[in-house]
């Protein structure tokens, strides 16, 4: 079976500093892989080197069998790649609905249309309000997202990346700042992601994270140090060295 | 559309309409003609500044290729309709052209290229003697006649500039409202995430490029016809910084607010020259009080003043009732 993601030699450099040293993991198609690592290990830069947001060095990462390096982001979106972010990244002066709507016209080729009204394009309102319903934010579609709450905006951000459609969802730190009873909320949903969406998630949350991945990927300083089962990874003392301590 | 929109845009239509009627001297009906002249250059400088977050300094150099083009087709022989549509092609190339040059660079590296190329446009327009008459310019033989209607007269052309005015606004109005046009403001506010949300950010802004050299060639067509002659004082550093200003001051985030400024901004120079000497730093005083006390030019800020006003004239809502106690 071709992996939904084959990552092989990854490496980056910023300056004399390493980010990513010689990376190298397969993720198969409908896994739920967990990214763990101190802060600084590289995980949010692997992030961005599969996204094209940062240029690799050298190494390959392949979607689905397609090469990504040296693909333009938007192309490597359209292969069915999405993400979300450790920093909020929406548009914050917009409704929700408007949001979930340029995701949606991010794949959709009407974005290059300078003449039809968007609003009045009642399947693409439909599908942004379908999107919105998932993460539990249909009523509050047209509030302004400056307007929010930190959790609602974590959960706009999951129905941009799922009203995408996605094959492969790469998640940074989804319950970074959140409260327990968001935590909570957040938690379920990503659960309800059906089987067909592969998930490469970084956690810092441990309980959730833990109780969510099947395999798992330690990074430390840039480099792959243990990787495995859940019990496998946990139980390796270089996981509790450097990670997870006694 | 909300009722008070549609009331205040009948409104506009009517007076527009009833404009030469109501001034009467030829020399405001004129006025008037360079007013939405104006207006459409600065519209289309906006798409570019108030929609795209790109600062242009070289839209006057779409009056040159658009006027220049014009000129030495007609004087060539060519139909006056043929000439006008070749000038609007060849200029609307020079944007794709311009916008490719323009777009290797982000923010400040992008103004002093389009600067840069702006004032290359003047240059040409100033040295090819042989082509463009040097700093003397060259003349229009006449205004052209379309569909036969004879615009030589100030209000037969007042009502031609209308027309087509009233096409370039309802054009950038839609492009506005359009996936397009929202596809664009996304890019200006994020666009990295835009990217990752399967956007071209840099095909968004060259064809937004290309669309205002588009439109910017209408106005420049326009500005030829009502001026029947082009030197190169109309491509100037200095015209570019008026239309950009036109945009800035009206208000670039909206769609009417280069209209405002560009009437504000004409009337000074034309009118108010006539009275004050010093006519440019009535202009520079105007401008600073606006980006002081309204920063976000003349149309958001009167709009967020009456949504004030009328916020504060709403009834408040009443604390409900206590309940009786059992």
């Known amino acids: 079976m071709t992996p939904a993601l084959a990552i092989d030699g990854l490496n980056k450099r910023f300056g004399g500093l390493p980010a990513t040293r010689n990376v190298s993991f397969t993720v198969m198609p409908g896994e739920r892989r967990l990214i763990i690592g101190p802060n600084g290990a590289g995980k949010t830069t692997l992030f961005n080197l599969m996204t094209g947001d940062l240029t690799a060095d050298a190494g390959s990462v392949r979607l689905f069998g397609h090469e990504l390096i040296g693909m333009p982001t938007q192309k490597r979106v359209h292969l069915g790649l999405a993400r979300t972010y450790q920093i909020l990244t929406l548009f914050p002066k917009e409704s929700l609905l408007h949001n979930v709507k340029l995701a949606l016209l991010g794949l959709d080729p009407v974005r290059w249309n300078p003449w039809t009204v968007l609003s009045a394009r009642t399947a693409m309102n439909d599908a942004a309000h379908a999107a919105l319903s998932k993460v539990g934010l249909d009523s509050s579609a047209d509030r302004i997202v400056a307007e929010t709450s930190y959790g609602e905006r974590r959960r706009l951000e999951l129905a941009m990346a799922l009203a995408q459609k996605p094959k492969v969802l790469l998640l940074d730190e989804p319950l970074a700042g959140l409260s327990q009873e968001e935590r909570k909320t957040v938690s379920a949903l990503l659960k309800t992601i059906p089987r067909d969406v592969t998930i490469v998630m970084i956690e810092h949350d441990m309980d959730t994270a833990l109780e969510f991945a099947e395999r798992i990927t330690l990074l430390h300083y840039g480099e792959v140090i243990v990787e495995g089962s859940r019990a496998e990874v946990v139980a390796d003392p270089r996981t509790r060295e450097v990670y997870l301590g006694d | 559309m909300k009722r008070g929109t549609l009331i205040a845009l009948a409104i506009a239509i009517a007076l527009l309409i009833a404009l030469p009627r109501i001034i009467t001297h030829e020399f405001y009906i004129n006025m008037a003609s360079q007013c939405l002249i104006f207006a459409i250059l600065a519209l289309s400088c906006n798409l570019m500044l108030g929609f795209g977050g790109m600062v242009s300094l070289g ?39 311009f916008g490719m040059l323009s777009l290797r660079a982000p923010g400040l590296g992008f103004l002093m290229i389009t600067l840069a190329l702006g004032q290359i446009v003047w240059g040409i327009a100033y040295r090819a003697n042989n082509l ?67 956007h ?13 050299g588009f439109w910017g060639s209408v106005g420049g067509l326009m500005f030829v016809y009502y001026n029947v002659f082009l030197s190169p004082h109309a491509l100037t550093l200095q015209q570019s910084a008026e239309i950009l200003l036109m945009a800035i001051l009206g208000g670039a985030s909206s769609l009417t607010g280069p209209v405002v ?66």
Request: proline share 7%.
């Open chain 2, 200 to 212: 071209n950010v840099w095909m968004v802004q060259w064809l937004t490029f290309v669309i205002a």
């Open chain 2, 132 to 198: 463009t008459g040097g700093d003397n310019g060259i003349s229009l033989p006449a205004r052209p006649q379309p569909f036969g209607f004879d615009i030589t007269g100030a209000t037969s052309f007042y009502y031609f500039t209308l027309i087509v005015f009233a096409v370039a606004l309802f054009g950038m109005g839609r492009f506005a409202r359009s996936p397009f046009g929202a596809s664009l403001m996304g890019t200006r506010d994020q666009p990295r995430r835009m990217r990752m949300l399967g």
């Open chain 2, 59 to 97: 839209h006057a150099a779409y009056i040159g290729v658009a006027g220049y083009t014009c000129i030495l087709l007609t004087v060539a022989g060519w139909n006056p309709l043929l000439a006008a549509i070749a000038a609007l092609m060849v200029s609307t190339a020079s944007a794709g052209l």
């Open chain 2, 261 to 326: 400024g560009a009437v504000i901004i004409t009337l000074i120079k034309n009118v108010a020259s006539t009275y004050v000497e010093r006519w440019n730093t009535l202009l520079g005083a105007i401008f600073i009080a606006v980006i002081i006390f309204m920063p976000l030019g003349l149309v958001p800020g009167f709009r967020a003043l009456w949504q004030r006003f009328a916020s504060r004239n709403k009834p408040k809502p009443t604390a409900p009732a206590p309940e009786p106690a059992e």
